[in-house]
């Protein structure tokens, strides 16, 4: 799958809806209004989200292909606050809700009631399970598995391991530990004596950790979700205690540590998540399923993968305090339809 690393222009997106109505099967879209839904802020990958999404719709609205694509965000991560602001939106006469959910299920009711109005509803990320939504996301239990089959391959004889999870109850963090733990199973060199939450943000992992390290034996290895690794480094640094390897999540201070670690003694380990830009697909795709296009329920996109080949690389594109990224186009969209029929 060919992925764009920067948004398209205005007249690029012109291009585009031209593309995307090529087509006499596929309706004109200028007159459609799409919503995001967003249950989170609060960490650097959330905010890489929101400015990928608002930077690919503004463009968008900008060329004519939608005529609005508004942004929300819960103030807190609650499913009931977001079913009311899911229930607004079906109120303000949105044909489309993109939607980060802050539970695959507790939402149903509000999307089951959207698609009843009309409303197309297509979840990303944190997706939900009513049938009647559209589903973009990686294989988030095959990304922690493959955090231990990395281990394993670094340190056969295994060892105690860390795990740091996400945000208690969302899909995404039940995803993740599934696959390490299925992981863990498949390689018993292992052990996991250890699990906190970091809620995928560095200053509430470097608490977590720090609260948790005096009780546990010598640590190998940190399986983690993502916003994490830093803050892990930095309490391990500040117990005194010898790094292990720290699996990491893409932050720029992750890679940035880890170049450092790497440029003084040779580090070296493994980093991976879901790009933010997953946002602009999930635009792309509603923007094809309201013009008609025929579109599977289930759309996966693989994880972003770093590693030490590519760590400067990633690293150099990554602005400060953001994410590894890339933005997906319409064509990308296109593509990864085409792949799931």
């Known amino acids: 799958m060919t992925i764009s690393k920067m948004l398209l222009g205005a007249a690029g997106l012109a291009m585009a809806a031209g593309l995307a109505q090529a087509g006499s099967h596929l309706a004109d879209t200028s007159g459609k209004r799409i919503a995001l839904s967003n249950n989170y802020a609060g960490n650097s990958w959330r905010q890489a989200m ?136 498949e390689h018993s060199q292992f052990e996991i004596v250890g699990s906190v939450h970091g809620d995928w943000a560095q200053d509430v992992a470097q608490k977590a950790v720090a609260g948790i390290l005096p009780s546990l034996p ?37 890679l940035k540590w880890w170049a450092e670690q790497r440029d003084a003694n040779g580090y070296e380990t493994l980093s991976l998540s879901i790009a933010p830009g997953v946002a602009s697909l999930a635009f792309w795709v509603a923007q094809q399923i309201l013009a008609g ?26 602005p400060e305090g953001s994410v590894a990224n890339v933005t997906y186009t319409l064509e990308d969209a296109q593509k990864v339809i085409a792949e799931a029929k």
């Open 293 to 318: 296009e025929e579109v599977p329920k289930d759309l996966t996109v693989p994880f972003l993968k770093i590693t030490q080949d590519t760590l400067d690389a990633s690293l150099a594109s990554t």
């Open 50 to 185: 929101l400015e990928t999404y608002q930077g690919t719709a503004s463009e968008a609205v900008s060329a004519g292909i939608v005529a609005a694509a508004d942004a929300y965000t819960t103030s807190e991560n609650q499913a009931t606050e977001q079913a009311a602001q899911i229930q607004n939106m079906i109120l303000q006469g949105y044909d489309a809700i993109i939607l980060n959910a802050a539970s695959p299920t507790a939402l149903n009711g509000a999307v089951k009631e959207a698609c009843d109005a009309g409303v197309t509803v297509v979840s990303f990320d944190g997706i939900v399970t009513e049938p009647c939504a559209w589903r973009i996301a990686v294989d988030f239990a095959a990304m922690g598995k493959e955090e231990v089959d990395y281990l394993a391959t670094r340190l056969p004889d295994g060892g105690k391991l860390l795990e740091i999870r996400g945000l208690a109850g969302v899909f995404v963090d039940d995803e993740i530990s599934k696959g390490i733990h299925e992981g863990v199973a």
């Open 218 to 254: 010598d640590i190998v290895g940190v399986v983690t979700q993502g916003g994490d690794g830093y803050g892990a480094a930095q309490a391990f640094k500040a117990a005194g205690r010898p790094t292990p390897l720290i699996v990491l999540g893409n932050r720029q201070d992750e």
